[in-house]
Each structure stands twice: as structure tokens, then as C-alpha cells.
């Protein structure tokens, strides 16, 4: 019996020790269920996309794009501009960002969980990943 709880405690606070670590996820999960839906995620994308549009013309240029601070703005830029104008449009963004939701999803369910969210986080690809970071 003691042994039962001693690893439900550890179990518990591996629990707790994964969602601590992880506000955004949180942030995210509007419902709480402990998944983002592409419906929650691409919310949050929605709200990203109209905080870096700092002059609220409806496309980032490479300046809004530089408050993603990590990222090449360039690089990032060339990856997400589909038609090649300089600019990102939200269609592109929103593009950039369904395909970035799957790659996330890595068994394809449809959600991304916790532990998916982080191997995304911590992956060598991170740096596409940090574009949508919130
Ligand atoms: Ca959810
Ligand atoms: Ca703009
Ligand atoms: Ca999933």
C-alpha cells in the first residue's frame, strides 16, 4: 500500500512537473483538457498574428517579424512567404502554421499533448517552432 502511494505521488508530481513547465501549452488549451485542438491552436495564431502586425495592415514585413527575436526574420520570412512578395499575408501564416501543427502531432491524432508540444519545443527544428511561439 505505502508503495502504491509512493509512486502515485511520483507519478503525480511528474505530472505536475510536466504542465508547471509549460504555461504556454496551458495558455493555449482554452478548455483545459490537457490537448490542443487545431481549433484552440489556430486561435492562439489568429491573436499572434495580430500582436506582430504591429501597424495593423494586415501583413508582417521583415521589421514585425524581427520581435520574433530568436528566429532570422529573413530566413523565417522567405520559409512562410508562399508568394514570394516580401511579405507575410494571414493566409500564410495560417498555412505556415497548419503545417507546423502537424508536424507537432507526431501520432496524428488530431491533438497536440504535452509531451508532443515539447519534443517540438526541444527538436533541432525548434526555431520555426519559436514563429508561433506565444
Ligand atoms: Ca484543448
Ligand atoms: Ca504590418
Ligand atoms: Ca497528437
Do not use: C
Amino acid at each position: 500500500m505505502r508503495k502504491k502511494q509512493a509512486v502515485l505521488a511520483i507519478l503525480l508530481l511528474s505530472v505536475a512537473v510536466a504542465f508547471a513547465a509549460d504555461d504556454l501549452f496551458r495558455k493555449i488549451d482554452k478548455d483545459a483538457d490537457g490537448k490542443v485542438s487545431w481549433r484552440e491552436y489556430s486561435d492562439a495564431v489568429d491573436d499572434k498574428f495580430a500582436q506582430r502586425d504591429t501597424n495593423k495592415d494586415g501583413v508582417l514585413t521583415a521589421d514585425e517579424m524581427k520581435s520574433v527575436a530568436t528566429v532570422g526574420s529573413d530566413k523565417a520570412i522567405k520559409k512562410i512567404d508562399a508568394n514570394a512578395d516580401g511579405k507575410i499575408n494571414k493566409q500564410e501564416f495560417v498555412t505556415r502554421a497548419a503545417l507546423q501543427y502537424k508536424k507537432i502531432d507526431k501520432n496524428q491524432d488530431g491533438f497536440i499533448d504535452v509531451k508532443e508540444w515539447k519534443a517540438a519545443q526541444s527538436s533541432p527544428k525548434a526555431p520555426m517552432f519559436i514563429l508561433f511561439t506565444f
